[in-house]
């Protein structure tokens, strides 16, 4: 019983680590007058426009010059005023002397985002459109289409035009937060400023209607700088950030009593991750956000062998682990053992759902004997194999990449075969 106590209270700690930090910054960011000029085309002629202090006529020129919002519903691009509206204008459309790059802004970003030692890791910056929402102007909930695997959040810039309204509202599971750009530039001691928030892109959210004024925003995707352009890290003793987290794990893996007869430790993920069919999730090891690279740091620092893994619940009657993306869709209707061969020979291991104390939770036993236990720290999310994967409403049509749920496995040997780092006082 005090086995189980122990365990449960390490769970919870690990719960709480992996929820503790709102998945969003924001704030004001004082910029020069000067660093506030718009530049871009209206019927031919080259207009300029200075966003500090520009007048209502030549804001309603740069709404007129916008093209309709569209926004993305599976494959298609629709547009429909009573989801989305707004003005845009293409990152080739327009030029600003505001400079994202040549700021610290995303330094503050990267702190306010990021936890841990990713506080310090490579952004790539990608700006993607100019948008204009006008009096009545709104976008109803969605999530920004993903297009790449190193793509981890949005960063939206807000202009100090006045209006009222427009609320950027934010939602994760049962969890809401609600971010009033407009009234941050307003009540800003600095000024001129823009006011900013920046989220990790699998996080559904919306813009609230515009009650007065335009409100004229930058969007930029950020991405990880790439594996390849950065070293790898080295593995080092949990930092005091992680401290709470390691010495949840520790207790877990050092506890004779899981997985007496070894397996796999299944934690899942908080965040959601964008893949395209056949994508290595391994690679996702290297890419983790937020509170999941913190957990990744904290296991290579205990000297745990662990991976990204796909989870698929009860398939066809058998629960996979995969390091690659399935979809099954394009061979139809099949048998459960036609989905077993297929799952199979693309490199999924077929694993036996367990208590983390080992006892079985299903009266499954693959046929070809007993598979490897799989025991579930924390909630490990189904992924069905199909086209419904992909995200019903975001900023864009799907491209080719859309969000899953993703988890960590742990391999964990027997208890004497454990070797796992002590933990420094």
């Known amino acids: 019983m005090a086995s189980q106590k122990s365990f449960a209270a390490a769970v919870g700690s690990i719960c709480t680590f992996l929820s503790a930090r709102p998945p969003y910054c924001s704030g004001t960011y004082p910029v020069s007058s000067e660093h506030l000029t718009l530049f871009y085309n209206s019927d031919g002629s080259n207009v300029k426009i200075n966003l500090a202090r520009a007048t209502a006529q030549e804001l309603d020129k740069l709404e007129a010059a916008c093209q309709p919002a569209t926004f993305g519903v599976n494959n298609e691009n629709v547009y429909d ?10 990152a080739a459309e327009f030029a600003t002397t505001f400079d994202v790059e040549d700021s610290d802004l995303i330094g503050i970003v990267s ?22 929402y006008g009096k009545d102007s709104f976008f ?18 807000v202009f100090p035009t006045p209006h009222e309204g427009g609320e950027f509202v934010l939602r994760e599971n049962e969890r809401e937060w609600v971010v009033d750009l407009a009234k941050s530039i307003s009540e800003s001691p600095q000024q001129p400023c823009v006011s900013y928030v920046s989220f990790f892109s699998d996080l559904e959210h919306e813009a609230r209607m515009v009650t007065s004024g335009p409100r004229v925003t930058l969007t930029y995707n950020l991405y990880f700088v790439t594996e390849a ?15 709470t987290l390691a010495e949840a794990l520790y207790k877990i893996v050092t506890n004779e009593s899981v997985l007496p007869d070894g397996g796999y430790l299944g934690i899942g993920l908080r965040r959601q991750y964008p893949v395209e069919d ?13 509170p999941d690279a913190a957990l990744g740091r904290v296991l290579s620092a205990l000297g745990l062998s662990w991976n990204v893994r796909m989870f698929y619940r009860n398939l066809d009657y058998r629960d996979y682990l995969h390091s690659r993306i399935v979809n099954l869709t394009q061979w139809g209707q ?3 053992d036609v989905i077993h061969t297929i799952m199979q020979r693309s490199g999924a291991e077929v694993v036996e759902y367990v208590t983390i104390h080992g006892s079985r939770q299903d009266d499954f036993r693959d046929l070809l004997g007993r598979p490897v236990q799989l025991a579930e720290v ?4 189904n992924n069905p194999c199909q086209s419904q994967l992909y995200v019903a409403y975001g900023n864009e049509p799907r491209i080719s990449h859309t969000y899953v749920n993703l988890c960590i496995v742990v391999d964990l040997p027997v208890p004497g075969a454990r070797s796992i780092n002590r933990l420094q006082a």
């Open 334 to 336: 099949m048998y459960s």
């Open 378 to 381: 924390t909630g490990l999310e």
């Open 278 to 290: 056949g994508t290595d999730v391994t690679s996702f090891r290297n890419n983790l956000k937020g």
């Open 140 to 157: 109803k909930a969605h999530k920004d289409t993903p297009r790449s695997e190193t793509m981890f959040g949005s960063l939206v810039i």
């Open 229 to 243: 352009d950065v070293p790898s890290p080295a593995i080092c003793p949990p930092e005091p950030y992680d401290q």
């Open 81 to 90: 005023e009573s989801y989305r509206k707004a003005g845009k204008m293409g």
């Open 111 to 132: 702190q306010g985002l990021l936890e841990g030692d990713d506080e310090d890791r490579g952004i790539k910056l990608e700006l993607y459109k100019l948008n204009v």
